[in-house]
């Protein structure tokens, strides 16, 4: 008698363990309910604002002497770019920049001492303008002024895009777009039929410098020294699974 309640429940154990292997086999075979994809799409463009500075010296022992022939060179450097095609309106001159500036004397007995050797006075002039082409040749003609007499240094342009929003949303449609499409046969190959978007989530936003080797950076790059950028999005999202 005990060793027929044995093996019955011995019996009883396997059908059990039987049952539960099987439950967990159907469980571990189970079609997924969504799957997570993401969409990526890119576009070149050119920019279509350009933002250039050049700044320009003077220095004198007297402070007003030194004032004084800052404002001529300013006048110089206004009628110069406005001789190029920029208009005066797209002009913008920067507070002046005084300094002073200090030599080194060196005694025979090896001694030295500081002493004041004049005032030096800068200002920067900017412009912001959609003639990129224009600017562009000038940023790099300006140093005619040198002949002049003028104590220039030239900075290099920044180039900008002044539809850059609605780029964004095309970018954001393409994305999302692509990104349906890769769900799409995802559920194929897996005998699946795709339903509705669950939730969907913009990743980070990159400009950079067409065919250029640049980084992308997890805070979003935004290149502002190539005139030809490439922009580029991505975005995650989770589709329903039928």
């Known amino acids: 008698m005990k060793n027929h309640l044995n093996t019955i429940l011995i019996a009883l154990a396997v059908v059990t363990s039987a049952y539960l292997l ?22 070149d463009f050119n920019s279509d604002l350009i933002v250039w500075t050049a700044r320009y010296t003077k220095r004198a022992l007297n402070l007003q002497d030194a004032f004084n022939a800052l404002k001529m060179d300013q006048e110089k450097v ?22 002073k500036e200090f030599s080194t004397r060196r005694y025979p007995d090896g001694s030295e001492s500081t002493e004041f050797s004049g005032f030096r006075l800068s200002q920067g002039v900017t412009v912001e303008s959609k003639n990129v082409d224009g600017v562009e040749r000038t940023s790099r003609e300006v140093t005619e002024l040198i002949n002049e007499g003028i104590e220039l240094y030239s900075e290099n ?3 900008y895009y002044t539809r850059l929003a609605d ?11 692509d990104a349906r499409v890769r769900a799409e046969k995802i559920a194929e190959n897996a005998g699946a039929d795709l339903s509705s978007m669950e939730t969907g989530e913009m990743g980070i936003f990159q400009i950079t410098g067409q065919n250029s080797n640049e980084d992308y950076s997890w805070g979003g790059t935004f290149n502002t020294s190539s ?3 490439t922009a580029s999005i991505t975005v995650r999202v989770n589709f329903a699974l039928d």
């Open 22 to 43: 099987g439950s967990s086999y159907l469980k571990s075979k189970r079609r997924p309910s969504s799957i997570s994809v993401t969409g990526l799409a890119s576009r």
């Open 167 to 177: 780029l964004k949303i095309d970018l954001l449609a393409a994305a999302a777009k």
């Open 78 to 99: 206004k009628a110069y770019l406005i001789s190029k095609g920029i208009p005066e309106k797209e002009l913008v001159f920067s507070a002046v920049d005084i300094g």
């Open 157 to 159: 342009p920044r180039y």
């Open 227 to 229: 005139r030809n950028k």
